[in-house]
């Protein structure tokens, strides 16, 4: 079975920090993303990787970079963390066309 | 720009009842999927709808696409409470092997004993 793996399932933060939230899948899949979810929503993309190093801006980048130097490995950094951002986010990981396997969540809060 | 819209966003339903669940869609796409999430939980795929006329079905629920009315159904059969959760569909957008979706905003059923 695939296994996404998000590095918390709670965090709290402070207006300005920079927040790193961390996932990781067992499955040599290609694809990584993440989302945020809220409420009315859905799930919105922030960013997406296709293969090691390469990145790609989704619908709402702003505010937020992301790294991904190791292919298991998908990192989302918020630069300077501001209270819209407080949501929750959702880690994927996928190949080619398969379905999308997701992570448990990061309920993040901006205080 | 894609959108996808799904309809209705709020379902309440009775154990026992049929309903279906609309999800609309902008752009050409042949690659369809529904995912369900529980309260508290993360997304679980359901069904992978890959080209016009397809059809799957997994106990109660049964999704189709039709690629030329850009438009993907979930029919619920004799709803139990178990089914209670969040639905969502998502489009890929298939202009490379990236698999990157855009979601709807999600159907929540509630279904009453």
């Known amino acids: 079975d695939v296994k996404v793996t998000q590095s918390s399932r709670y965090l709290v933060k402070r207006t300005g920090e920079k927040v790193f939230l961390e996932c990781v899948q067992d499955?040599?899949?290609?694809?990584m993303f993440w989302y945020r979810q809220d409420p009315g929503l859905g799930l919105r993309l922030i960013y997406f990787?296709?293969?090691?190093?390469?990145?790609e801006k989704g619908d709402i980048p702003e505010g937020y970079s992301v790294s991904r130097e190791k292919k298991e490995r998908f990192s989302l950094i918020l630069e300077s963390a501001s209270t819209n951002q407080t949501s929750m986010y959702l880690c994927?990981?996928?190949?080619?066309?398969?379905?999308?396997?997701f992570g448990d969540g990061t309920r993040l809060s901006i205080l | 720009e894609l959108k996808v819209e799904q309809n209705p966003l709020f379902l309440s339903m009775q154990e026992g009842k049929n309903y279906t669940i609309y999800c609309n869609y902008s752009?050409?796409?042949?690659?369809l999927y529904w995912y369900r999430q529980d309260p508290g939980k993360s997304l679980e795929s359901l069904f992978v709808?890959?080209?016009?006329?397809a059809v799957k079905q997994e106990g109660r629920l049964m999704a189709s696409l039709d690629t030329k009315a850009r438009l993907s159904t979930l029919h619920i059969t004799a709803a139990v409470h178990d089914l209670s959760a969040t639905y969502f569909c998502?489009?890929?957008?298939?202009?490379?092997?990236?698999?990157?979706?855009?979601f709807g905003q999600g159907t929540t059923l509630q279904v009453k004993p």
């Open positions: 994927a990981s996928s190949l080619y066309y398969q379905p999308q396997h």
């Open positions: 499955m040599d899949h290609e694809n």
């Open positions: 990787s296709y293969d090691v190093k390469m990145k």
């Open positions: 752009t050409t796409s042949d690659r």
């Open positions: 709808l890959l080209s016009n006329g």
């Open positions: 998502a489009v890929d957008l298939g202009s490379s092997n990236t698999g990157k979706l855009i």
